[in-house]
């Protein structure tokens, strides 16, 4: 069974601040993504990866970043937090085409 | 503009009533995919269908690409089918995936 973490689970962050939403997968997945889900919008693209190092835009990418240091990390990285981006994130990993993609926890995350 | 269409929006049933949810899409694409949602959960995969028909269980998904539309059909709803059910087209070389909004079904017992 594909397994994928994510840390942390909650947090509360203040407008400003910086934010690191980790994720890890012990699949050996190539790809990794990283989503937001919010009422109305469903899930959207933020982010993913084909392999370390790279890091490719998705749909929303403005106001994150993303690293991609090993096969098995992704972070996503909100270097200046706004309201705006209060959002439950999902990490997920797949092999790519003819696969389906594996979804981490969530990580709800909360800006004042 | 939204590539995938997702249909009903809700749906409430009572135990063992048949559900149809839809999913229509208006790019090319790799496969339709679908997934379940249980209420603050992660999401887990139900159906990777390229083209044709699939089963599942209660469960069967048809993907008719020149119809630009894939169904999610689940028979005998139990009280455990509730949550939320998400279509997701797959596009592109980098396996990206466009989610529709979701499907919330309840079942009442």
């Not at chain 1, 690293?67 to 706004?82: D, G, M, V, W």
Request: proline share 4%.
């Amino acid at each position: 069974e594909a397994a994928v973490t994510q840390s942390p689970r909650n947090k509360v962050a203040v407008t400003g601040g910086k934010v690191t939403l980790s994720c890890n997968q012990t699949n050996n997945h190539n790809n990794m993504y990283w989503y937001r889900q919010d009422t109305g919008h469903g899930l959207r693209l933020i982010h993913y990866s084909y392999g370390a190092g790279s890091t490719e835009k998705g749909d929303i990418p403005d106001g994150y970043k993303a690293s991609r240091p090993s096969q098995e990390n992704f972070s996503l990285i909100l270097e200046l937090a706004t309201p705006s981006q209060t959002s439950v994130y999902f990490c997920a990993s797949g092999l790519g085409r003819w696969d389906t993609q594996y979804f981490g926890p969530g990580t709800r995350l909360l800006v004042l | 503009g939204q590539q995938v269409q997702q249909s009903p929006a809700s749906l409430v049933l009572q135990e063992g009533e048949n559900a149809e949810l839809q999913c229509n899409f208006s790019t090319s694409l790799n496969s339709m995919q679908w997934f379940y949602q249980r209420p603050g959960g992660s999401l887990v995969s139900l159906f990777y269908n390229p083209s044709g028909t699939k089963h599942s269980g209660r469960l069967t998904s048809t993907t008719v690409i020149k119809e630009r539309r894939s169904s999610l059909h689940i028979s005998s709803s139990q009280t455990t089918d509730s949550g939320t059910y998400l279509c997701a087209l797959e596009q592109g070389t980098g396996s990206k995936l466009s989610f529709g909004k979701g499907a919330k079904l309840t079942v009442s017992p």
